[in-house]
């Protein structure tokens, strides 16, 4: 049977819990045998009763809780049901969590895991579908980290998950794409065409959140360079492998971990060499993590840069209707289209 990017958070949800006792987990309908909106804290409370907190319906009271938690010396772990709910702890996140340690002058840690699925494609309409990411790109003090579906070294999403629990010192939000729950984590048998390079930022000095890049074996240079994160990055090596072997249109795709603070050398190092990208989100295109790098690699690359593509949602609502939002995400064919267009 294979695993799971669920099986792997649930696992890695499980390990930190049993490592370290001042690993805590809070969230609402979390308990056994529910186990979660999504069944990521299936078996938590049930093995680790004294640490595993149920919770009333008050994500601001739980960011306000679980802060305070992290600044006492606990690990708390938050879970907030949907990606849209992170609107309510906006204010404690943006104005008192990440704050902290700058305000007392780093004299008080703040450990703090707050995970959350975002993303559309299951016809949850427009208050549970959305991905939010964007509003806390670029918060000082905050990380967001986005795992992917690989299963490369210690980098699978529940490993990852593991090791920011235990090892960060300082706020994270880590989102989880609702569609990349149930695939199975990508590992090297199943890229047995790709080759895989693992990329580090410079400031990741524990290399804890790797960047991916993949190519075709064997193919010719690279036309195009894509970056994508989530689901969309899934999508995208799908395009890559279908026009790679039907078209013989050859890509490199870079897939971040980390998106914020974003570790532009690795990418500007692949870009340089295809001088052309393209950017793919599953957010609104305006304003978004596609305009800002496509911007710091325009800056950077100057007349090396030719080409830079953005391919994001429509600028609505997440539409109830599966059909209509389908129409306003973006898709493997609309990836595949502009490829082809870039490639020309």
Request: hydrophobic share 45%; aromatic share 6%.
């Amino acid at each position: 049977m294979k695993t799971t990017v669920l099986d792997s958070l649930n696992q890695g949800l499980i390990s930190a819990l049993k490592a370290d006792s001042s690993v805590h987990l809070l969230g609402e309908d979390i308990l056994d045998p529910y186990g979660g909106a999504f069944k990521v804290t299936r078996g938590c409370s049930t093995a680790f009763s004294m640490q595993v907190i149920p919770t009333p319906i008050s994500e601001a009271g739980l960011a306000g809780v679980t802060a305070g938690m992290a600044l006492r010396g606990l690990r708390p772990v938050l879970e907030i049901m949907f990606g849209d709910f992170t609107t309510l702890i906006a204010d404690q996140l943006i104005n008192h969590i990440s704050k902290f340690r700058w305000m007392y002058n780093d004299s008080v840690t703040l450990p703090l895991v707050i995970r959350t699925p975002m993303g559309g494609r299951r016809g949850y309409g427009p208050t549970h579908s959305q991905s939010l990411e964007k509003l806390f790109m670029g918060v000082p003090g905050l990380t967001v980290l986005v795992p992917a579906n690989f299963s490369v070294g210690i980098h699978s999403p529940g490993s990852i998950l593991e090791n920011t629990i235990l090892n960060t010192d300082s706020p994270v939000l880590f989102i989880e794409n609702k569609m990349q729950y149930l695939q199975p984590l990508l590992t090297a048998e199943t890229l047995a065409d790709f080759e895989v390079d693992l990329r580090y930022d410079p400031t990741d000095i524990n290399q804890q959140y790797p960047i991916y890049c993949l190519s075709i074996k064997g193919a010719p240079s690279a036309a195009v360079t894509i970056s994508a994160y989530g689901f969309c990055a899934e999508l995208a090596r799908q395009a890559q492998l279908k026009l790679a072997f039907e078209e013989e249109i050859f890509t490199e795709l870079i897939i971040p971990t980390r998106l914020s603070p974003f570790a532009l050398q690795p990418l500007m190092d692949v870009v340089a060499r295809t001088g052309k990208i393209l950017l793919i989100e599953e957010g609104t295109r305006s304003l978004g993590w596609g305009a800002e790098v496509g911007t710091l690699l325009a800056e950077t690359l100057g007349d090396k840069l030719k080409q830079v593509k953005r391919l994001a949602a429509l600028e609505t609502p997440v539409p109830a209707a599966v059909s209509l939002e389908t129409g306003m995400l973006p898709q493997q064919e609309d990836i595949e289209a502009l490829l082809r267009k870039m490639s020309a």
